[in-house]
């Protein structure tokens, strides 16, 4: 599997993650009545935040990837990153779909996905001027 391969497994599951999240908003608006907003629906709020909090960290990641692939990163680097993040992403969003208080997944999910934010970042940089 080449790096750009690797990219764009990570790519499907991140936009998987993303349709899935917002499957469970659509549902939600469903069931309890919402067209628009959380309906001042604790649950709903934690649905559409799952979704929009996804949506919002996602699509630099995804972009990072593609980037790092066809600036000539290995494809075990591109699997490191893309399987560190998407696993962040969907404990985060598990998390935030079963209650979205604090805890260990919402808290980890995080963490890992300013991580990878960072570590991607300066290898793109380290790309850019050595490479």
Known sequence: MSALDA????????????VILGFHVSMG????AVSMGDGGNPGMNA?????GNAAEWIPGALVGLVVLALMGA???LIHTFGLLFTLARAAHAYA?????????GRFMGSLI???SYLV???????????V
């Not at 990219?7 to 993303?18: Q, R």
């Not at 649905?47 to 979704?51: D, P, Y």
């Not at 991607?120 to 050595?130: K, S």
């Open 7 to 18: 990219a764009g497994l990570y790519t499907g599951l991140n936009l998987l993650i993303l």
């Open 29 to 32: 608006r469903r069931k309890n």
């Open 47 to 51: 649905r559409v935040r799952a979704h």
């Open 74 to 76: 290995s494809a075990f």
């Open 96 to 104: 935030m779909c079963t209650g979205g208080r604090p805890g260990p």
């Open 113 to 115: 996905t300013y991580a």
């Open 120 to 130: 991607m970042g300066v290898a793109l940089i380290y790309f850019a001027v050595t």
